[in-house]
């Protein structure tokens, strides 16, 4: 964040930038200063989706089998992100896909094999 500012600040600049938008003049930002430190804190958010969220396995308490069959509800799957232990090195969106995906052909096969 310093050495963007420091870039930004230089007069050559100072005629096609307008005023700064965040963290602001108000926030120091000399180096051992903690008030730019706060304002990254307090503004800092992740952009991953929460992932391990669901409850797995066997008991009253878990939320879905491992077959990603809901409790309670027959029928029911789930293969959104809350299923993955820990996120990977990729979007997550991936690996929903191919989660569902594989749930989907299961469940397929397991209604031919009955019918």
Do not use: Y
């Amino acid at each position: 964040m310093r050495l963007p500012q420091e870039i930004f600040a230089q007069t050559e600049l100072a005629d096609i930038l307008g005023d700064e938008v965040w963290p602001g003049s108000e926030v120091g930002t000399r180096v051992g200063s903690n008030t730019l430190d706060d304002a990254i804190c307090k503004q800092a958010r992740t952009i991953f989706h929460p992932a391990g969220t669901c409850r797995m396995g066997d008991s009253p308490s878990a939320l879905i089998d491992e077959k990603l069959r809901f409790n309670g509800i027959d029928g029911l799957k789930v293969t959104d992100c809350s299923i993955m232990p820990a996120l990977f090195s990729c979007n997550t969106n991936v690996s929903t896909l191919i989660s569902a995906g594989r749930a989907a052909i299961s469940s397929f096969r397991n209604k031919q094999a009955s019918a």
